[in-house]
């Protein structure tokens, strides 16, 4: 039988598919594994159901000399060394689409919740602070009601986005690596804008990519500079697409209104952050993907696309097809 590790409790029933094939082990605590149990318990591996808290490099890659699958129970693969992977026959499987619309819905309530201050007027309501029964000035918010939103990154999540942006009767502007076919774009109702034209123009910013090294601080102090004084930022994609330093400093200085914000560049972030200490920051703990409906789906997903690439079958998610020219003869 063949052997696979899993480095975080999934769903009984993702477990109980991969149990019947192959022999597994299982980091059973509730907490990410260790980087040296990592290591040590990746040696005999054939295959691996990982999270994307765990860095899966070189070193890692060493350790298993019989991996075959590095399958992450995430859309986003940048723990992986993937080219490492590639150039080792190592298959490389992600759980696109079954967490687009939880993420789309995550990222709109987040934008909704920044932009009429909703968590700090829950703070505000629990702590007794609220004395008046009416106030025409007490937690006034930007409206989102046909309003400007520039996406960035129009994949998945960020189509998913502007449907939801349509409904609230939006403009929807985009920027995106590759441009969108005129009938697409009518369809969803977006317009092209390059980047800079996307940050002068849009009262909400959000922030959809990949992280690559490419869009590594894609938003740094000269994008948050193009941004309108009254612009809200969000981001639920990776952490280090913004500078955090430079927006602490627009947030600061007013440069922008507000940001919201699901990921962080070090997650958990410290409790003394200084992000955290200014009052226009609704700050989450990475939770975009986070209904029981959709994590389920996610492990179900991860553990189809090991179990197919454990059987030499292609996966339904593969990262890195080019893999197949340097698989070895594995079974
Ligand atoms: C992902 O899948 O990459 C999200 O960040 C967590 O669901």
Redesign the pocket.
């Known amino acids: 039988m063949q052997r696979v590790y899993i480095t975080r409790m999934i769903s009984l029933d993702a477990l109980e598919e991969i149990k019947k094939a192959c022999h597994v082990s299982v980091n059973s605590k509730d907490a990410p594994v260790k980087r040296h149990e990592l290591i040590k318990n990746m040696k005999d591996k054939d295959g691996v159901l990982c999270m ?1 808290t765990d860095r899966i490099d070189k070193e890692v890659l060493d350790a298993a000399p019989d991996l075959k699958v590095i399958s992450t129970m ?3 693969f940048e723990h992986i060394d993937v080219d490492e992977a590639t150039k080792r026959g190592i298959y490389v499987c992600n ?1 696109p689409d079954v ?1 687009t619309e939880a993420t789309a819905d995550l990222a709109f309530s987040l934008l909704l919740a920044t932009a009429r201050h909703i968590p700090q007027a829950d703070s505000f309501v629990r702590a007794g602070a609220w004395k008046e029964p009416w106030s025409p000035s007490l937690f006034l918010g930007m409206p989102v009601w046909g309003a400007t939103i520039g996406i960035i990154g129009l994949g998945r999540i960020g189509k998913a986005v502007a449907k939801r942006a349509a409904g609230f009767n939006m403009k929807i502007l985009y920027n995106n690596r590759r441009r969108l076919s005129r009938e697409e774009e009518k369809a969803l109702g977006v317009r092209y804008a390059s980047l800079k034209n996307l940050l002068k123009r849009s009262d909400f910013v959000t922030i959809h990519t990949p992280l690559t090294k490419d869009t590594y601080h894609i938003i740094d102090e000269n994008a948050l500079r193009l941004m309108k004084p009254h612009a809200i930022l969000i981001n639920t994609s990776r952490g280090n697409t913004i500078d955090e330093e430079a927006l602490i400093k627009a947030l600061k200085e007013k440069w922008i209104a507000g940001t919201g914000l699901d990921v962080f560049s070090k997650e958990p972030i410290e409790k003394d952050h200084p992000i955290l200490s200014l009052e226009n920051v609704v700050a989450l703990p ?1 939770i ?2 986070a209904t029981g409906k959709t994590r389920e789906m996610m492990a179900d997903m991860a553990a189809k696309n090991l179990l197919m690439a454990l059987k030499s079958k292609k996966p339904f998610h593969l990262v890195n097809p080019e893999a197949e020219r340097y698989k070895r003869a594995w079974l």
């Open positions: 994307l995430s859309v986003g759980t967490l990475h975009g993907s």
